[in-house]
């Protein structure tokens, strides 16, 4: 659809899209203090946690990026009501998929965090996925232009 065919988006959409925005910026944040962690705080850990940071490999620290930060591109994207946002949240679900995969796969986090540890990566899957759902279903009913 060109952006004169645009259709009004109802009102619940943009207050999805700012609201996902937000919790896509929380991961920003979250990525952040991660890669910047001082010596100190690495070595105020428990041991095991210490090991599952310092043993992540680039790849796995680049999906991290590559979700958050296309998570939060994404997301503006559908506040802004542009159809690059599936596209884009289709590379930020890839990026969670993979990090997820080094996480329960590759390495041992389940074991280190137990099962506490499995909320927030499902939380973050879920969303994830429900955000490409969500900009498919946007892009359908004609609501990005």
Not at 11 to 23: C, D, E, K, S, Y
Not at 84 to 91: D, G, M, Q, R, S
Request: aromatic share 8%.
């Amino acid at each position: 659809m060109s952006e004169n065919n645009v259709v009004k988006a109802p009102r619940w959409f943009m207050i999805v899209g700012i609201v996902a925005l937000v919790w896509n910026l929380l991961g920003v944040a979250a990525y952040i203090m991660q890669v910047n962690m001082s010596a100190e705080a690495l070595a105020a850990l428990p041991e095991a946690e210490r090991a599952l940071y310092t043993s992540m490999p680039a790849w796995a620290t680049a999906a991290f990026a590559l979700a958050v930060n296309g998570g939060a591109l994404g997301c503006l994207l559908l506040v802004l009501k542009k159809s690059l946002a599936l596209p884009v949240l289709v590379i930020s679900l890839a990026g969670v998929l993979v990090q997820m995969f080094h996480a329960f796969v590759i390495s041992n986090s389940f074991e280190v965090l137990g099962t506490a540890g499995l909320i927030m990566p499902v939380l973050v899957t879920v969303i994830a996925v429900y955000l490409v759902h969500l900009a498919r279903s946007a892009k359908a009913n004609g609501w990005l232009g």
